[in-house]
């Protein structure tokens, strides 16, 4: 769901732009009110967009069709670090993969955080994900899991449409249909993933749940070393079995226009 610079024109640039950034500064400043210790939160925050970096770069392949998907991660971290850390931990991400891998342009990249951060952190996760997360059992971590990424990805994907209409690159009557009932399996497919990850993290440490916890709950360095080294390894493995198909968005894009971006 990245996009990319000829996606925005200028004026929706600036306008998303200066929108990610009072958000992202916004989620500063509440993290700094909160009473969670930054000094211990920050190790987790590193290892985690680490994973959250290498975890984006392996794409899937949806089942019976050509489209493929990515685990965009927002509700899965924000489960673990609350909304506020996990907005700006996923915004470093997206920033990083925009300026080292070219995944997301320069004038895109207030539109990707609005749509891959913004909402999934600060917008679902505290309407859908936290009451179900609450009731500290697995009903609810799959319940929630599930029902968050879809909410998540299909918001991303209108809120997608509506700025590329808004930009006159894409007709929203055409182009919006295609996003949502791709990113719907994609969805779903995310949130497989979440309920299996938070599920297992549930079973074997759930104290790494910081929303259960009246406080957040120091990491141990064994276990960070653990979530460092799976993220290296899905890395080093991204290119070996990443699938070959279009991603939702240029999927969409080219069922619109009839070109592959």
Not at 87 to 111: E, K, N, P, R, S
């Amino acid at each position: 769901m990245h996009m990319f610079n000829a996606m925005v024109s200028p004026a929706v640039c600036a306008a998303t732009n200066l929108t990610a950034a009072a958000l992202v500064g916004y989620a500063i400043v509440k993290l700094r009110r909160s009473n969670l210790p930054l000094r211990k939160m920050a190790p987790m925050m590193a290892v985690s967009a680490a994973f959250i970096f290498a975890a984006q770069m392996l794409n899937f392949s949806l089942p019976g069709t050509e489209v493929s998907g990515h685990l965009i991660g927002g509700i899965l971290l924000a489960s673990l670090i609350g909304p506020w850390a996990s907005t700006l931990t996923m915004a470093a991400v997206i920033t990083l993969q925009c300026l080292l891998m070219g995944d997301g342009g320069i004038m895109a990249l207030g539109c990707n955080i609005i749509n891959m951060a913004v909402i999934p952190c600060m917008v679902v996760y505290p309407i859908l994900m936290r009451p179900l997360l609450r009731r500290k059992n697995m009903t609810g971590i799959v319940m929630g899991s599930i029902f968050a990424s879809v909410a998540a990805l299909l918001l991303g994907a209108a809120s997608l449409s509506v700025m590329t209409a808004l930009s006159g690159t894409m007709p929203l009557g055409e182009f919006m249909p295609y996003m949502l009932q791709v990113h719907l399996l994609i969805g779903l497919a995310e949130g497989l993933i979440t309920a299996l990850a938070l599920g297992l993290v549930f079973r074997l440490r759930p104290e790494m749940l910081g929303e259960m916890n009246e406080e957040f709950a120091p990491i141990k360095r064994s276990t960070l070393a653990v979530i460092a080294a799976m993220a290296l390894l899905i890395a080093a493995s991204a290119s070996l079995v990443a699938s070959q198909y279009p991603d939702g968005m240029e999927w969409s894009i080219e069922q619109v226009s009839g070109m592959r971006p």
